[in-house]
């Protein structure tokens, strides 16, 4: 078995906007309840405190006037959107924020050192709650405030040196956040599996890197409906592009939003799509960067999903 980190607790859930709002605080407990069900996993899976972050470190991927105006939403009393409306601000959620990008930036720490605070071993990390692929440098999006993997690739290569970074999503939506702010980053191999047409409405197959990094992004948009079958043929390809980028330090967004019967996609996958993605990657991990991968839950709004697919991530990555 390997040594798997997963940051479970409270601090994540703040993250959670209220009312009718499809990104609901209950999230990561579905994911939970579901995982302690697992036995033979949870039994094994190393639980780590989510950690906060400094707005330093915030502040090395997104713009200052934008950080700034969060700060100033989240001492508001009433909400105001930080988008065009998907994504209303709420009292504290700055500090709900930096829980996210911290504990994102936690499990790079643990990986990347292959040791917890606590000098427990640590091969792979699991963060439900992250994976905000949406936000810009400066600006929020679907449902994204702060870009915690932008944020995590900055610090791996300032803290730790690494320079070949795989970020590979599976998330029902286009990780624009992730993709268009390192467009032109020769180093940074993009792979992304989503559905055509819906939000952000980016990520065509021809987007394939600018300039110098052209040939680094792969986007392999599919049709409302496609399931299994359709995903399994994508993610041939993504496995032949990570293998042959041979990365130092692997991300996997693995939103649950793509498995049948989510409120607002079209794809119909169900679980072993998540649990073949985060066995090749896991494969591929040991192969080029000692087993280095970080996996964040990203999206998914129906409760029974998101337990089945990120329960089958953590499975895969603990196996």
């Keep these: 078995m390997c040594n798997t980190a997963v940051f479970f607790g409270d601090e994540l859930a703040r993250y959670g906007f209220g009312g009718s709002h499809p990104w609901g605080a209950d999230r990561i407990y579905a994911f939970w309840s579901k995982l302690q069900n697992e036995k033979d996993v949870a039994n094994v899976v190393i639980v780590e405190q989510p950690e906060i972050t400094t707005e330093e470190a915030v502040l090395s991927?997104?713009?200052?006037?934008?950080?700034?105006?969060?700060?100033?939403?989240?001492?508001?009393?009433?909400?105001?959107p930080l988008d065009r409306g998907d994504t209303p601000s709420f009292r504290g959620i700055f500090e709900a924020t930096l829980y996210v990008v911290g504990s994102t930036l936690a499990a790079l720490d643990t990986v990347v050192q292959g040791r917890d605070r606590a000098g427990r071993k640590i091969?792979?990390?699991?963060?439900?709650?992250?994976?905000?692929?949406?936000?810009?440098?400066d600006s929020a999006g679907g449902f994204c405030v702060f870009n915690d993997v932008g944020v995590a690739i900055i610090q791996a290569r300032k803290k730790y040196g690494i320079k070949r970074i795989a970020y590979v999503d599976i998330d029902a939506h286009h990780g624009d956040g992730v993709f268009y702010e390192f467009e032109d980053d020769q180093l940074l191999f993009f792979a992304d599996i989503h559905e055509y047409g819906i939000y952000p409405g980016t990520g065509y197959a021809s987007e394939t890197g600018k300039g110098d990094a052209k040939g680094t992004k792969m986007n392999i948009p599919l049709e409302a409906g496609?399931?299994?079958?359709?995903?399994?043929?994508a993610f041939d390809r993504v496995k032949?592009?990570?293998?042959?980028?041979?990365?130092?330090?692997?991300?996997?967004?693995?939103?649950?939003?793509?498995?049948?019967?989510?409120?607002?996609?079209?794809?119909?996958?169900?679980?072993?799509?998540?649990?073949?993605?985060?066995?090749?990657?896991?494969?591929?991990?040991h192969k080029h960067c000692n087993g280095r991968i970080i996996a964040v839950g990203g999206g998914g709004y129906n409760r029974a999903n998101i337990g089945a697919a990120w329960t089958e991530v953590v499975k895969a990555l603990a196996a």
């Design 61 to 80: 991927f997104h713009e200052r006037d934008y950080v700034e105006m969060v700060k100033m939403a989240s001492k508001q009393c009433r909400s105001i």
């Design 123 to 137: 091969e792979h990390a699991f963060v439900p709650v992250a994976g905000l692929h949406h936000a810009r440098r």
């Design 226 to 233: 496609s399931g299994d079958s359709e995903f399994f043929a």
């Design 240 to 285: 032949e592009f990570v293998d042959s980028c041979r990365p130092e330090l692997v991300f996997l967004n693995c939103g649950a939003d793509s498995l049948a019967g989510d409120p607002i996609t079209n794809l119909r996958y169900s679980a072993r799509a998540h649990s073949h993605a985060a066995q090749v990657l896991h494969d591929l991990a």
